[in-house]
């Protein structure tokens, strides 16, 4: 498929209620059935970003990804997110990326966010993911992780969209926009960033500054700060190629070995 329809949804994130927050999302979903291909949502978007692991996980059977799986083949749209999960008695901050022919693909976030003390309550994952879907070829990755840019380097093309699922606090909003702009410049890939809004249980305040980017940095799309609401865009891949064709940055950059 040389072009990909994606949304961004940026939203509030009801603290620590799953039901609540598959609620809202249900309706969002419904509103962008035939309008997309892809959903991303926040991190943690049925929690917000909390240590309440034991209290919150979920294996992969269980309600959050159960219906997620049944809302992606019902709406025809691929959702992406991620979500606290329980694995052989540890505990993981999940990605997810559910199709609507019914793949699923998951990535543990690698990278804990230490002031946040996350690495107390889960355990870090170990493994990148790149998902064929559509002709495209997509990296997942999760909030802290966009700090860490060796991690996500894109050797010889192997991603074309880089997404970023987070929980990103108005503080640090600065970092957020300048390193998400960046690892679309040095990737030459397409990066989406979708983070939330709202006050968490922690009373830290988030204002968003969702948006996607081309592989020139340039904003394809992007939603107001401090405010609820859904972005679409579409994103070809033939003049991503032709980019890199043209200016084949990629075959000069240094190899990494993790």
Same mark, same amino acid.
Request: glycine letters at 6%.
């Given at each position: @498929?040389?072009?990909?329809?994606?949304?961004?949804?940026?939203?509030?994130?009801?603290?620590?209620?799953?039901? /609540? %927050?598959?609620?809202?999302?249900?309706?969002?979903?419904?509103?962008?059935?035939?309008?997309?291909?892809?959903?991303?949502?926040?991190?943690?978007?049925?929690?917000?970003?909390? @240590?309440?692991?034991? @209290?919150?996980?979920?294996?992969?059977?269980?309600?959050?990804?159960?219906?997620?799986?049944?809302?992606?083949?019902?709406?025809?749209?691929?959702?992406?997110?991620? +979500?606290?999960? *329980?694995?052989?008695?540890?505990? +993981?901050?999940?990605?997810?990326?559910?199709?609507? /022919?019914?793949?699923?693909?998951?990535?543990?976030?690698?990278?804990?966010?230490? @002031?946040?003390? /996350?690495?107390?309550?889960?355990?870090?994952?170990?493994?990148?993911?790149? =998902?064929?879907?559509?002709?495209?070829?997509?990296?997942?990755?999760?909030?802290?992780?966009?700090?860490?840019?060796?991690?996500?380097?894109?050797?010889?093309?192997?991603?074309?969209?880089? =997404?970023?699922?987070?929980?990103?606090?108005?503080?640090?909003?600065?970092?957020?926009?300048?390193?998400?702009?960046?690892?679309?410049?040095?990737?030459?890939? +397409?990066?989406?960033?979708?983070?939330?809004?709202?006050?968490?249980?922690?009373?830290?305040?988030? %204002?968003?500054?969702?948006?996607? +980017?081309?592989?020139?940095? /340039?904003?394809?799309?992007?939603?107001?700060?401090?405010?609820?609401? =859904?972005?679409?865009?579409?994103? %070809?891949?033939?003049?991503?190629?032709?980019?890199?064709?043209?200016?084949?940055?990629?075959?000069? *950059?240094?190899?990494?070995?993790?």
């Amino acid at each position: @498929m040389e072009s990909i329809r994606i949304s961004i949804v940026q939203t509030d994130i009801v603290w620590e209620n799953k039901q /609540e %927050n598959l609620r809202l999302l249900h309706e969002k979903l419904q509103s962008l059935r035939g309008t997309t291909e892809i959903v991303v949502l926040p991190e943690m978007f049925s929690t917000g970003f909390s @240590m309440q692991s034991k @209290m919150l996980a979920e294996s992969s059977s269980g309600e959050t990804i159960t219906v997620l799986k049944q809302w992606a083949s019902r709406f025809q749209l691929a959702i992406c997110g991620s +979500y606290i999960a *329980a694995e052989n008695g540890q505990f +993981y901050n999940r990605a997810f990326f559910l199709t609507p /022919e019914g793949e699923e693909f998951y990535y543990d976030k690698r990278h804990l966010f230490r @002031m946040g003390r /996350e690495a107390e309550h889960f355990s870090a994952g170990d493994k990148r993911l790149i =998902i064929p879907y559509h002709g495209w070829n997509i990296c997942l990755l999760v909030c802290y992780d966009l700090r860490f840019p060796v991690w996500s380097r894109n050797v010889n093309n192997e991603y074309d969209l880089l =997404i970023y699922v987070a929980n990103w606090p108005i503080p640090r909003r600065l970092a957020w926009d300048t390193l998400l702009r960046a690892r679309a410049l040095e990737n030459q890939c +397409y990066v989406c960033g979708v983070n939330r809004t709202g006050t968490d249980g922690y009373h830290l305040e988030y %204002n968003g500054g969702s948006k996607v +980017y081309s592989a020139y940095g /340039e904003e394809v799309a992007s939603l107001p700060d401090g405010q609820e609401g =859904i972005a679409t865009t579409t994103l %070809n891949l033939a003049s991503l190629n032709q980019f890199r064709e043209k200016f084949p940055v990629w075959k000069d *950059a240094d190899e990494f070995h993790l």
